[in-house]
């Protein structure tokens, strides 16, 4: 019951809920202007009911939580749970892009004060990483995706289903951020080969980036990180 009530509270943070309009004017109205008929709900909010009732049914069973989180996203990264990962060539070097300058990024990006300056920073296209370590040596990786449409295939993770993934809370972004961790998962961007990538979080602020934090850190560690971008 407890991984029920979990699953419906991230579930609750990852629906949309619109606002309750004012139908008592219109009820008032409608009475005043025809005779009274049998109430019926209409088709669409039945249908509505259903599939809401089907979710949270659904969810309170693993098979099917996995099935319905099968293939979703959050901001430019699509994420697809598989049965087993597509084989990668193991130790293959880190391409991240071009390695440039911070002024030379094609938007401005932002920086972890928990951290302080990366070591190196690197540009694919509209994809920025600030990089921690050397490329031999990660120690995170700080992914920023910019503001303009990207394609789907930017940043595609294909998590193994016996990976953890859960939705956690970042005051400040713009909906529930991603948490990864457990189990390698696989890991697609632009211009670069599919690697495996270790522990994840992504999330989008609310000026509609993607931020990615990925590297040897806890949920703790990467929610501290995260809440000293600036």
């Given at each position: ?164 993934v859960r939705f956690v809370e970042i005051p400040g972004s713009d909906g529930p951020a991603l948490w990864i961790e457990g189990e390698p998962h696989l ?44």
């Open positions: 019951m407890r991984d029920l009530e979990r699953d419906l509270r991230e579930l609750g943070l990852a629906i949309a809920v619109p606002p309750t309009p004012d139908l008592a004017a219109t009820v008032r109205d409608g009475l005043s202007s025809r005779p009274p008929a049998p109430r019926r709900l209409r088709p669409v909010l039945v249908l509505a009911i259903v599939v809401a009732v089907g979710v949270l049914a659904g969810l309170a069973v693993s098979p099917a939580r996995t099935a319905i989180l099968r293939y979703f996203g959050i901001g430019a990264v699509h994420v697809e749970l598989v049965d087993r990962l597509p084989a990668v060539e193991p130790g293959a070097p880190l391409v991240l892009g071009s390695e440039i300058e911070p002024a030379e990024a094609p938007f401005s990006i932002s920086v972890p004060t928990a951290l302080g300056d990366p070591d190196a920073v690197y540009a694919s296209g509209n994809v920025v990483t600030l990089l921690y370590g050397s490329p031999d040596r990660v120690r995170l990786l700080v992914t920023e995706m910019g503001y303009s449409a990207l394609p789907s295939e930017v940043a595609k993770k294909l998590v193994v289903t016996t990976t953890a890991l697609e961007l632009p211009g670069a080969p599919a690697r495996l990538a270790g522990n994840t979080l992504v999330w989008v602020p609310r000026d509609g980036r993607t931020f990615r934090i990925e590297g040897d850190v806890d949920l703790d560690d990467a929610l501290r990180i995260a809440g000293s971008m600036r």
